[in-house]
Protein backbone atom coordinates (compact mmCIF):
# COMPACT_ATOMS: atom_id res chain seq x y z
CA UNK A 1 0.00 0.00 0.00
CA UNK A 2 1.42 3.45 -1.10
CA UNK A 3 -0.43 5.23 1.76
CA UNK A 4 -0.03 4.77 5.48
CA UNK A 5 3.74 3.61 4.22
CA UNK A 6 6.49 6.16 6.45
CA UNK A 7 9.01 5.08 3.53
CA UNK A 8 9.55 4.77 0.07
CA UNK A 9 8.64 1.15 -0.77
CA UNK A 10 11.21 -0.73 -2.22
CA UNK A 11 10.62 -3.81 -5.10
CA UNK A 12 13.30 -5.69 -6.34
CA UNK A 13 12.54 -8.12 -9.69
CA UNK A 14 14.60 -10.01 -12.06
CA UNK A 15 14.08 -8.79 -15.77
CA UNK A 16 11.16 -11.21 -17.16
CA UNK A 17 9.30 -11.56 -14.46
CA UNK A 18 5.90 -10.17 -13.42
CA UNK A 19 5.43 -7.19 -10.63
CA UNK A 20 2.34 -6.02 -8.64
CA UNK A 21 2.06 -2.67 -7.11
CA UNK A 22 -1.04 -2.11 -5.72
CA UNK A 23 -2.48 1.37 -3.85
CA UNK A 24 -5.50 2.43 -1.51
CA UNK A 25 -6.67 5.48 -0.70
CA UNK A 26 -8.95 7.38 1.81
CA UNK A 27 -11.72 9.58 -0.14
CA UNK A 28 -13.59 9.74 -2.66
CA UNK A 29 -11.63 9.72 -6.27
CA UNK A 30 -13.09 9.50 -9.79
CA UNK A 31 -10.14 8.73 -11.75
CA UNK A 32 -6.64 7.12 -9.98
CA UNK A 33 -3.56 8.14 -11.84
CA UNK A 34 -0.18 5.87 -12.48
CA UNK A 35 2.82 7.78 -12.61
CA UNK A 36 6.84 7.19 -13.07
CA UNK A 37 9.41 8.93 -11.81
CA UNK A 38 12.99 8.41 -13.75
CA UNK A 39 16.19 9.53 -11.66
CA UNK A 40 15.41 13.70 -11.88
CA UNK A 41 12.71 13.93 -13.42
CA UNK A 42 9.39 14.91 -13.37
CA UNK A 43 6.14 12.02 -12.90
CA UNK A 44 5.16 10.97 -16.11
CA UNK A 45 1.66 9.51 -16.31
CA UNK A 46 1.69 6.01 -17.61
CA UNK A 47 -2.14 5.04 -17.14
CA UNK A 48 -5.15 6.25 -15.87
CA UNK A 49 -8.33 4.59 -14.67
CA UNK A 50 -11.39 6.27 -14.08
CA UNK A 51 -14.46 5.19 -11.15
CA UNK A 52 -16.63 3.57 -14.38
CA UNK A 53 -13.35 1.27 -15.11
CA UNK A 54 -12.68 -1.72 -13.31
CA UNK A 55 -9.51 -2.58 -15.52
CA UNK A 56 -7.03 -0.66 -18.12
CA UNK A 57 -4.40 -2.27 -19.91
CA UNK A 58 -1.67 -0.48 -22.13
CA UNK A 59 1.16 -2.73 -23.24
CA UNK A 60 2.23 -4.80 -20.67
CA UNK A 61 1.00 -2.62 -18.30
CA UNK A 62 -2.74 -3.21 -16.66
CA UNK A 63 -4.48 -0.73 -14.16
CA UNK A 64 -7.03 -2.07 -11.61
CA UNK A 65 -9.52 -0.61 -9.38
CA UNK A 66 -11.25 -1.81 -6.85
CA UNK A 67 -13.71 1.80 -6.00
CA UNK A 68 -15.70 -0.22 -3.27
CA UNK A 69 -12.53 -1.03 -1.27
CA UNK A 70 -10.55 2.14 -2.39
CA UNK A 71 -7.90 0.28 -3.48
CA UNK A 72 -6.29 -0.08 -7.74
CA UNK A 73 -2.83 -1.83 -8.68
CA UNK A 74 -0.44 -1.25 -10.95
CA UNK A 75 0.76 -4.76 -12.83
CA UNK A 76 3.68 -5.37 -15.34
CA UNK A 77 4.49 -7.90 -17.34
CA UNK A 78 7.60 -9.25 -18.25
CA UNK A 79 9.09 -6.67 -16.36
CA UNK A 80 12.51 -5.27 -18.03
CA UNK A 81 15.22 -3.28 -17.05
CA UNK A 82 13.84 -0.23 -18.44
CA UNK A 83 11.13 0.16 -16.07
CA UNK A 84 13.46 0.80 -13.46
CA UNK A 85 11.87 3.96 -11.98
CA UNK A 86 9.67 5.03 -8.88
CA UNK A 87 5.92 4.54 -9.40
CA UNK A 88 3.60 6.38 -7.89
CA UNK A 89 -0.60 6.46 -7.74
CA UNK A 90 -2.21 9.72 -7.32
CA UNK A 91 -6.48 10.22 -7.14
CA UNK A 92 -8.36 12.90 -8.27
CA UNK A 93 -11.73 14.14 -8.11
CA UNK A 94 -13.04 16.27 -10.93
CA UNK A 95 -11.30 19.67 -10.81
CA UNK A 96 -9.67 19.11 -7.91
CA UNK A 97 -5.79 18.67 -6.74
CA UNK A 98 -4.11 15.01 -7.24
CA UNK A 99 -3.06 13.62 -3.95
CA UNK A 100 -0.10 11.29 -4.60
CA UNK A 101 1.00 8.01 -2.13
CA UNK A 102 4.40 7.61 -1.15
CA UNK A 103 5.66 5.64 -4.45
CA UNK A 104 7.61 2.47 -5.03
CA UNK A 105 10.79 1.76 -5.91
CA UNK A 106 10.81 -0.61 -8.79
CA UNK A 107 14.41 -1.96 -9.41
CA UNK A 108 14.87 -4.77 -12.29
CA UNK A 109 17.78 -6.36 -12.38
CA UNK A 110 19.31 -8.11 -15.45
CA UNK B 1 1.00 14.94 -27.87
CA UNK B 2 1.05 17.05 -24.31
CA UNK B 3 4.04 18.53 -23.45
CA UNK B 4 5.31 20.45 -20.18
CA UNK B 5 8.26 22.24 -20.08
CA UNK B 6 9.67 23.95 -16.78
CA UNK B 7 12.72 26.20 -16.50
CA UNK B 8 15.14 26.41 -15.22
CA UNK B 9 15.98 23.13 -14.69
CA UNK B 10 18.23 23.36 -11.69
CA UNK B 11 19.45 26.28 -10.20
CA UNK B 12 21.25 27.72 -6.75
CA UNK B 13 20.56 30.48 -5.11
CA UNK B 14 22.35 32.10 -1.75
CA UNK B 15 19.92 31.80 1.41
CA UNK B 16 17.76 34.84 1.40
CA UNK B 17 17.45 35.53 -2.05
CA UNK B 18 14.99 34.48 -4.47
CA UNK B 19 14.36 32.77 -7.54
CA UNK B 20 11.33 32.49 -10.05
CA UNK B 21 10.50 29.40 -12.01
CA UNK B 22 8.56 28.88 -15.06
CA UNK B 23 5.90 26.60 -16.92
CA UNK B 24 4.93 26.22 -20.01
CA UNK B 25 1.96 23.82 -21.47
CA UNK B 26 2.88 22.83 -25.19
CA UNK B 27 0.38 21.42 -27.40
CA UNK B 28 -3.10 21.96 -24.72
CA UNK B 29 -4.81 24.45 -23.02
CA UNK B 30 -4.42 24.08 -19.25
CA UNK B 31 -7.23 23.94 -17.68
CA UNK B 32 -6.02 24.40 -13.69
CA UNK B 33 -2.01 24.51 -12.96
CA UNK B 34 -0.86 22.94 -9.53
CA UNK B 35 2.60 23.58 -8.13
CA UNK B 36 4.30 20.75 -5.97
CA UNK B 37 7.46 20.56 -4.26
CA UNK B 38 8.76 17.08 -4.24
CA UNK B 39 11.20 16.19 -1.01
CA UNK B 40 14.33 14.07 -1.04
CA UNK B 41 12.69 11.11 0.15
CA UNK B 42 10.20 11.42 -2.48
CA UNK B 43 6.88 13.02 -1.15
CA UNK B 44 4.55 15.36 -2.89
CA UNK B 45 3.38 18.41 -0.80
CA UNK B 46 0.84 20.28 -3.08
CA UNK B 47 1.51 23.94 -3.14
CA UNK B 48 -1.15 25.96 -4.80
CA UNK B 49 -3.65 25.33 -7.36
CA UNK B 50 -4.18 27.86 -10.19
CA UNK B 51 -6.83 27.99 -12.12
CA UNK B 52 -7.37 30.83 -15.32
CA UNK B 53 -9.05 33.45 -13.99
CA UNK B 54 -9.66 32.40 -10.73
CA UNK B 55 -8.02 33.13 -7.32
CA UNK B 56 -4.91 30.83 -6.41
CA UNK B 57 -5.93 28.23 -3.89
CA UNK B 58 -2.63 27.46 -1.51
CA UNK B 59 -1.94 24.52 1.02
CA UNK B 60 -1.63 25.15 4.34
CA UNK B 61 1.92 25.99 5.27
CA UNK B 62 2.39 27.80 1.59
CA UNK B 63 1.45 30.88 1.49
CA UNK B 64 1.02 33.76 -1.67
CA UNK B 65 3.74 35.65 0.04
CA UNK B 66 6.18 33.10 0.31
CA UNK B 67 5.25 31.56 -3.45
CA UNK B 68 3.71 34.29 -5.58
CA UNK B 69 2.38 32.68 -8.52
CA UNK B 70 1.01 34.24 -11.51
CA UNK B 71 -0.77 32.20 -14.25
CA UNK B 72 -1.81 34.93 -16.82
CA UNK B 73 -2.81 32.06 -19.34
CA UNK B 74 -3.86 28.48 -20.52
CA UNK B 75 -0.85 27.33 -21.26
CA UNK B 76 2.03 29.31 -18.82
CA UNK B 77 2.32 29.81 -15.19
CA UNK B 78 5.57 31.18 -13.16
CA UNK B 79 6.09 30.75 -9.16
CA UNK B 80 8.90 32.35 -7.25
CA UNK B 81 10.47 30.75 -3.96
CA UNK B 82 10.85 34.13 -2.01
CA UNK B 83 14.06 34.62 0.72
CA UNK B 84 14.82 31.07 0.14
CA UNK B 85 16.68 29.11 2.96
CA UNK B 86 17.20 25.78 3.12
CA UNK B 87 13.86 23.79 4.19
CA UNK B 88 12.89 25.26 0.40
CA UNK B 89 15.45 22.90 -1.15
CA UNK B 90 13.54 20.61 -3.45
CA UNK B 91 12.20 19.35 -6.96
CA UNK B 92 9.26 21.97 -7.49
CA UNK B 93 7.24 20.30 -9.93
CA UNK B 94 4.38 21.82 -12.44
CA UNK B 95 1.51 19.68 -13.20
CA UNK B 96 -1.25 21.06 -15.87
CA UNK B 97 -4.57 19.35 -16.00
CA UNK B 98 -5.85 18.61 -19.87
CA UNK B 99 -9.84 18.76 -19.72
CA UNK B 100 -10.40 18.10 -16.07
CA UNK B 101 -8.75 14.59 -16.41
CA UNK B 102 -5.13 14.00 -17.11
CA UNK B 103 -2.07 15.68 -15.30
CA UNK B 104 1.00 15.91 -17.23
CA UNK B 105 4.08 17.26 -15.23
CA UNK B 106 7.13 19.39 -16.59
CA UNK B 107 10.82 17.42 -15.40
CA UNK B 108 10.88 19.94 -12.92
CA UNK B 109 13.32 22.65 -11.16
CA UNK B 110 15.39 21.08 -8.73
CA UNK B 111 16.32 24.24 -6.03
CA UNK B 112 19.51 23.98 -3.71
CA UNK B 113 19.75 26.45 -1.13
CA UNK B 114 23.52 27.66 -0.03
Known amino acids: SQWGEENLQALSIQEGEDVTMNCSYK?????VHWYRQDSGRGPALIIL?????REKRSGRLRATLDTSSQSSSLSITAAQCEDTAVYFC??????????FGKGAKLTVSP | GALVYQYPRRTICKSGTSMRMECQAV??????VAWYRQSPQKTFELIAL?????????EQNFTQEKFPISHPNLSFSSMTVLNAYLEDRGLYLC??????????FGKGTRLTVV
Open chain 1, 49 to 53: IRSNE
Open chain 2, 50 to 58: STVNSAIKY
Open chain 1, 90 to 99: ATSSTGSKLS
Open chain 2, 95 to 104: GARLQNTEVF
Open chain 2, 27 to 32: GFQATS
Open chain 1, 27 to 31: TYTTV
